[in-house]
Every structure is written in C-alpha cells, then in structure tokens.
C-alpha cells in the first residue's frame, strides 16, 4: 500500500471508529443508532435552513484549523486559539459598533481589529518561547483563561454591566439578505468566502513563499535552520502570530458574522479546541484543514438536531468527535494494521 | 479585621481549595516522572467529580457521614479506568501525548454530561446532601495563633492531601519504584537496558496519575462546588499542571504551587469581606493565578526542567 493511500486511510477509518463507538454508546444507553444517525443527517442536509446553518457552523472552525495547522506546520502547538479567538470576536464587535464608518472601510477595519487582537494575543507566547524557551503549551493554555475572564469584564465595562455588548453596525456585518433568502433566514453569511481566501493564503504562504519554507524549515530542525543563516527566534514569533491572526479572525466570523456582538460567556466556545482535531485530521494541510471543517461543523450543527428528532443528548456528537482525534492520534496503531493487512493480500495473491 | 483576622480567614480557605489541586498535581508529577505528559488531567478531575456526586446522591440515604469518602474510592477506581485510555494511547500506540490529552479532556466532559442527562433528564445534579464535615484537632487547636489557623474546623480532605504528598515524596526519591520511576523518564532506553520494564512503569505511573485525579476531582465536587454540572470542573485540572509545573516536578514543590493556587482562588472568593481586596477589581483576581504561572514559567522558575524523556514514546531499539 502506498504511503498516500495510508495517508488518507488513517483519517478514515478514524472518522468510522468515532462513529462506530459513538453507535455503541447508543446502543448501550438504550437509543437506536440509526434513528440517531439519521437525525444527524437531517440536522446537516435536511433542509436549506440546516444546510445554511451547517456552513455558519464551518465557517469559524476553517480558521481555528488553520490556526492551529499552520502553528503545526511550524513545529509549534497553539492550544492557545481559543483565546485568540475570544480577543479576535471582542475586537471585531468593538469595531462593529463603536465606529460609523462607509461598508468598505468598517468591514475590513473590523477584520482587521480582530487579526490584530489574535496576532497580539498570541504574541505573548510566542515571545516567551523564542526568547525564553518557555513552553508554549502550557502558556497558551494559561492566556485561553485569561482571554476568558478579560473578555467577559471587558463586555461588562463596555456595556454598563450589561452582559452582552451593542450589536454591530450593518456597514460592520458579514450577513447576507441573499443567503438569508435561499436558505430560509439562517444565519449564513459571507464569511464562508473569507475562509476559503484563508485557506488559499496559507497554502501560498507555506509552499511558494520563502518565508513560508523557513518557517517550515524551523519547525523541522531548529539547529540546522540556524545553521543554515535562519532567525529561528524571529520565525517562532511569526509563526506564532500568523497563527494567532487566523485565530482572531475565526473570532471575526462569529462577531460579523453569526452574533452581531458578543456575550459573556461562562465556559470556553470549543471551537479552538476542535480546531485542534480539524488541523489533525487534515494532516495540518490547508485544504486538509477544510475538510476537516467541514466534517466538524456539520457533526457539531447536525447534533442540535438529535435532541429534537432522537432523543439523544447532543454531547453524543462530542464523544464521538473526542473519540476521532483519540484514533487519528493514535494513527500508528493504524498503520500497523493496514500494513499487516496489505502484506496478508499479498502472500494470498 | 486586623491582619491576624484576615489570616484565620483566608489560609483555612486556602488549604480548602487547593486539596483538589494538590492531589491532581501531584498526580501529574508521577506521570510526567515517567515520561508521559498528562493534558488530560482535565478529564480525569471531570470523571472523579462526576462519579463521585453521582454514587453520592444515590447513596446517601444508606452510608450516611461516610458517603463523600467512599465517593472518593469510587472517583478513584474510575480515574484509573478513565485513565487507561491515555496509557494505552501514549504508551502502546504511540499516540502524541499531548493530542491524546486534549481528546481525554473533551471526551471526559462528553461523558460526564452526557450520563447526567440519561442518569437525571436534565444538564445539573441536585445538590449532595452528605458533604464532607469539618472537624477540630484535638490538642494541636491550641496552640496560640498557629491553632487557630491550621488545626481548627479542618476538612479531612485537606489533610489527606498534603499527607499524600509527603508520601508521594517518600515514594518518588526514597523508594526503588520511584528510582526506576524517574530513569524512565529521564533515559527510558538506559532504564530499558537496567531491566525496567519502561511500558509498565509508565502504565503504573498513568493509572496513579488517574487515581489521584479522581480524587481530587470528587473532592472538588463533594466540598466545594457539591453538585455536577458542565461547568463544576472549569480549568482546575489545567491548574494542577501549572502547579505542578511551577512546583518543578517536586512533589512538595508542586503543594506549594497548588497551595499558593489555593491561596488566589480564594482570595477572588472571600475577597469581597477583606478590606483592600474588595477594591481590587474581580478580573485581576481571576486572573491571577493564570498570570503568576506565566510570570513563573518565565523568570522565576530557575534552572527547572521537565523530564527529559517526557512527552515521547519509547520506542525499543530506536536510538
């Protein structure tokens, strides 16, 4: 078997061991997997407003795979995108309201706010570990919380107390009437664009850019690439910061985009955390990462539907979307199998 | 409030909310000793808090006084069941750690809340009836100033957790289990070579780390926060980590660093009755704990380093 072919089995059979397990709970808590699969589908393809929905839903986890692909890509692990994310909506909805500005200058100028609030957010921990060889993890881990309390006493003194912030001005928004129509007054909107831009950015930047091979190159062996004449330090910071950049911008897509502000909130959104198995099961390519998005954003929206049409609890969709970063990260179990597997075909034949 | 008040107040309080840190922590260190690291410790506090509240509402009427203890054997067997999940990824798959942590986390919330619906039909537990109760030390409370401060209206809990971290010390740098415990994290092909045998240690290590994780989860549960919901476990686990980071690998270290954890967790709690700290606005309290284990990780931590095999698979016969 050819390595890409196992490339492309291992997520698979991943996604089919996820699912299959999350039929077995199913069955073990007393509810049939088929009417829960089926609701599944309904929530994701049932009618255009589930489907304009599903695509809202894609739309921000795009960017937090991305996000935390491209930190992969660069020999970094941002577990920190949820926070980007949060200061990244923050400053979109800031900009959203707090300006009145002509659609061409508010829209980008919001976007814009929330790159910059991740990219800075983001610095921090890129900072320490380049100059201080601090451990990224645990630092981003440490600002997701920081992100968390801030935003919320930020959306209190912005609003009087209120607990969530004014809604966004139209010239700020990403909505669409024309989406709104087609599918039903869901909550889609232009953002989905801006995340295929993203995806095509990143690829550019990492395979036809010079610095995007350096940036590589650091993530691969750090003492050859400073050997070879490279800023390892400067490349960390700026890898990081990019990351942290699509991560605000993922934040964007909720303030422009689905919301219109933002809420306090009393536990993190999750999707910086997914982001984390969509950049894993797109191998941390950039059109991996869609695809990834894809699959996450319809399981998560899909699942709202197995309440209404099952029964089932919704959080079946979160065991089952654990269970699948659980297999890909143990793709070399995998491996094994299908090579063990592909060599008994052989000696059959 | 004189100072001395202020004291009686908050160190009482302090020691109470860093009992499920410390455990965790000190989990943590045994199976980052071993060469594993342990995100997931997030999970494993979720599972402990969750089992525990659940074998507590279902049991109380029947063990009475004695139910929050036998919920924290219950959370324990179910930390190491739940932990096994890890093992078997990082240690036989060899899965990246850290992802396999993340996925521990997700699923253990998935789990936790999912059950609670099917258990209860709605999202939050009633609360427990049998909490743990507070108790004087006889003798010791006497003694002027230190006696009010440490030995009355104790938890239990509190003294199992820093009791467990002297032993955890005893049994990490005075025993031979903890010798082979330390060189397979360090140099697991060395230890390989000495006859340890490196995948059952870091089993070992892994289900200790799962133990001690369900406890400290369902003594959160049962004395702090005493019913389970979504958000009863909310970062505590990640805390455990910075503590035991902060506390350098050591256990005793890593209480210090979960008691000092303790010590800002409460003061954003009983802080609204101290003069001076009622002023200081609740974010900067929040935060706090998050900052300082920045700031540690940077400047103050020295010349600390993890183990140095932690966070790779040992692979036999791979140079």
């Keep these: 078997m050819s390595k890409r072919t196992t490339n492309i089995l291992v997520p698979v059979i991943s996604i089919l061991l996820g699912l299959i397990v999350g039929a077995i709970v199913m069955l073990v808590s007393g509810f049939s997997p088929v009417d829960g699969y089926i609701a599944l589908w309904n929530g994701v393809f049932g009618n255009s407003y589930n489907i304009g929905e599903t695509v809202r839903q894609i739309t921000p986890y795009v960017f937090a795979g991305l996000a935390v692909a491209f930190a992969f890509r660069t020999g970094l692990f941002n577990i920190g995108v949820e926070g980007q994310l949060i200061v990244g909506w923050l400053a979109a909805a800031y900009v959203g309201y707090a300006f009145d500005l002509p659609k061409i200058i508010h829209l980008p100028l919001a976007l814009l706010a929330a790159a910059v609030a991740g990219g800075l957010w983001a610095l921090i921990p890129g900072l320490l570990k380049a100059k201080l060889q601090v451990h990224e993890v645990i630092v981003t881990i440490m600002m997701n919380y920081i992100a968390l309390y801030v935003a919320n006493a930020t959306i209190s003194a912005l609003s009087g107390g209120a607990e969530k912030t004014e809604k966004i001005h139209d010239s700020a928004s990403l909505r669409s009437p024309f989406f709104e129509t087609i599918t039903d007054y869901s909550r889609m909107h232009w953002g989905f664009v801006i995340a295929i831009i993203a995806v095509i950015v990143m690829w550019f930047l990492l395979e036809k850019t010079t610095r995007g091979f350096e940036l590589k190159a650091v993530g691969f062996n750090q003492n050859a690439s400073d050997y070879a004449g490279m800023n390892v330090s400067k490349n960390i910071v700026l890898a990081m910061v990019i990351s942290g950049v699509f991560a605000g911008l993922g934040g964007a897509m909720e303030a422009l985009g689905t919301f219109g502000n933002i809420s306090k909130m009393t536990a993190f959104t999750g999707i910086g955390f997914d982001g984390i198995a969509v950049a894993l099961l797109g191998a941390n390519q950039p059109f991996g990462v869609l695809f990834g998005a894809i699959l996450f954003g319809s399981l998560k929206n899909g699942g709202l539907n197995m309440p209404n049409e099952a029964g089932i609890p919704v959080e079946i969709v979160s065991i089952v979307i654990a269970l699948i970063i659980f297999f890909v990260a143990s793709g070399y179990i995998i491996r094994v199998v299908l090579e063990r597997l592909s060599k008994k075909k052989k000696e059959e034949k | 409030m004189s100072f001395l008040e202020v004291l009686y ?116 537990t009633d609360s427990i009836a049998e909490r743990f109760s507070r108790f004087d030390i006889p003798g010791l409370k006497n003694i002027p100033i230190l006696g009010k401060m440490f030995f009355t209206d104790v938890y239990g809990t509190s003294i199992l957790a820093i009791a467990v971290a002297f032993f955890a010390w005893f049994i990490i740098y005075k025993t031979p289990f903890g010798l082979r415990l330390r060189a397979v994290g360090e140099h697991p092909m060395a230890a390989d070579t000495m006859g340890v045998n490196v995948t059952k240690m870091r089993y070992v290590a892994v289900m200790i780390s799962g133990a001690l994780g369900g406890i400290g989860g369902a003594i959160y549960a049962q004395a702090i926060a005493g019913n389970f919901s979504q958000t009863t476990i909310s970062g505590q686990g990640f805390m455990a980590i910075a503590a035991m980071i902060f506390g350098k690998w050591h256990p005793l270290g890593a209480m210090g660093a979960a008691l000092f954890f303790g010590f800002a967790q409460s003061l954003s709690i009983v802080g609204a009755s101290i003069p001076v700290i009622k002023d200081v606005p609740d974010v900067i309290l929040f935060i706090l704990p998050y900052v300082l284990t920045i700031l540690a990780l940077a400047g103050f931590i020295g010349k600390a380093r993890a183990p140095k095999a932690s966070g790779t698979p040992y692979v036999k016969g791979k140079r």
């Design chain 2, 9 to 124: 107040f908050i160190i009482p309080s302090a020691i109470f909310y860093a009992a499920p840190l410390i455990m965790t922590a000190i989990g943590g260190v045994f199976t980052e000793r071993s060469g594993v690291i342990n995100i997931g410790l997030e999970g494993v506090m979720i599972m402990g808090a969750f089992s525990s509240i659940v074998f507590n509402l279902t049991f109380a009427d029947s063990l009475g006084g004695w139910t929050p203890w036998v919920g924290l054997l219950v959370a324990m067997v179910v930390g190491i069941v739940f932990s096994l999940i890890l093992a078997v990824a990082a240690v036989s798959f060899r899965a990246d750690q850290t992802v396999a942590g993340v996925a521990l986390n997700m699923l253990g919330l998935a789990v936790a809340v999912f059950s609670i619906k099917m258990l209860y039909d709605k999202g939050q």
